[in-house]
Each structure stands twice: as C-alpha cells, then as structure tokens.
C-alpha cells in the first residue's frame, strides 16, 4: 500500500516571500503520478499541479512548482511570491498507474501567508 | 466554468438512520469518485465509480455503503444505518479521463448523533 507523508502539520511565510511545502511516499510502483491539491478555507479542493513519474522535468505552474526527486521519493511545493490567497490546506497526494484512479492524501500542511 | 455541487451542505441524522448524499459531476465527466475526511484526519477514497458499476472500493466502504447514477447527472452516496463514526465530511470528485485532474465538490458535512 502507499503512504504519503507530510511532515509539516502547519507552516506561515510573509506575503511576496517564497515557501516549500514537504511531501514524501512510500512505493514499490515505477509509474504513477504526483498532485498538490489546495484546499481553502471555503473547503472545495482544486488542484495546484501534478507530476507524471516517468517525467524528469520538473512540472511548473506560474507560482507553483515542484521539486520532484524519484529515488528519494520525494515531492515538494514551492510557492514563490506568496499571496494572502495562498492561505489554505495543501494536500500532496499519490496515485498509481492503473489503479483505478483512486487518490491516497497525505495529511495536509496549513499553509497561512501574513500580511 | 464547470463545477462538481453536492448537496446538502450539512445533513445531521440520528444513529441507524439512512442518509443519501448526492453529487452532480461535471456534465461531460466518465469517472466518479468518494472521499472522506474525518474532522482533523487526512482525506480518504471510499468508492471509484466508472461505467455504471464500481471500480475499486477502500475497506471502509462495507456493506452499509452503497453508490447510484441513477440518471445522467446525479451521483450518490448512501449509508444504510448510519454510525457515530460516519462523521466525517464527504467529497464527490470527477474527472474524465482516470489519471487526470479529479475536479471535488464542496463537500456534505455529515453529522451523526
């Protein structure tokens, strides 16, 4: 089974400032892919970005990117010039090639960007 | 721009009572999915759901859970008798094609006394 871990339960950063958010899992799978899901106060999830396993390049999306390290299982966030609508949970979550889809959640880092 | 809704927002119910929660998924979406979260707990899959029939299960979607599209737009969770410990926040996700981005709805918050 896979788990992913998230060992910052809660983190702040000042606004225009940049913030990594720390993501591990456990697999015995080569292929699979990586997401950050963003969760706000208002508690709808959306997703931030998401990385295929078999893809060296690190994926990027504006603000948003990745640090992606496949042997060391490791998959972090950084959030560059942080904004005041950045504030929310960050879920890193897992899923297998072929599983049928199915989403395995870390626990979540709070995430609170101050003025 | 497309949204997954769920209603209710919040359904409180008594210990042994059924609960239906319902999802409408994005129009153009294949694949359907159930989460959870347990208050101050990490997110959960309970039930992937893909062409009328369910796809994979988690071990907390026992005998008491059950899905439906029972047309083309709705998507629902029901538990049969419900428990304290079903207390939880519940998600409905889609996404049309499996490994793609799974688009959540706001979420039920259920409420068992």
New interface residues.
């Given amino acids: 089974a896979q788990t992913v871990t998230q060992s910052q339960p809660e983190m702040s950063v000042q606004e225009a400032e940049t913030v990594t958010l720390s993501c591990t899992y456990d697999t015995s799978e080569n292929n699979y ?1 990586l ?1 950050w ?1 963003k969760q706000p106060p ?6 931030v970005i ?1 990385q295929e396993a078999y893809k060296q390049q690190n994926a990027t999306e504006n603000r948003f990117s990745v640090n992606f390290q496949k042997a060391a299982k490791s998959f972090s966030l950084k959030i560059s010039d942080s904004q005041l609508g950045d504030t929310a949970m960050y ?1 890193c979550a897992f ?1 297998k ?1 072929g ?10 880092t709070l995430l609170t960007v101050n003025p | 721009e497309p949204e997954v809704t769920q209603t209710p927002s919040h359904q409180v119910t008594q210990m042994g009572q059924e609960v239906i929660l319902r999802c409408v998924p994005i129009s153009n979406h294949l694949y359907f999915y159930w989460y959870r979260q347990i208050l101050g707990q990490k997110v959960e899959f309970l039930v992937s759901f893909y062409n009328n029939e369910i796809s994979e299960k988690s071990e907390i979607f026992d005998d008491q859970f059950s899905v439906e599209r029972p047309d083309g737009s709705n998507f629902t969770l029901k538990i049969r008798s419900t428990k304290l410990e079903d207390s939880a926040m519940y998600f409905c996700a889609s996404s049309d094609a499996g490994a793609d981005e799974q688009f959540f709805g706001p979420g039920t918050r259920l409420t068992v006394l």
């Avoid at chain 1, 208002?42 to 997703?47: E, T």
């Avoid at chain 1, 599983?99 to 959640?105: A, I, V």
């Fill in positions: 892919y997401f899901y208002s508690r709808q999830m959306i997703l998401r879920f899923m090639q599983s049928n889809y199915k989403l395995t959640f870390g626990k979540g």
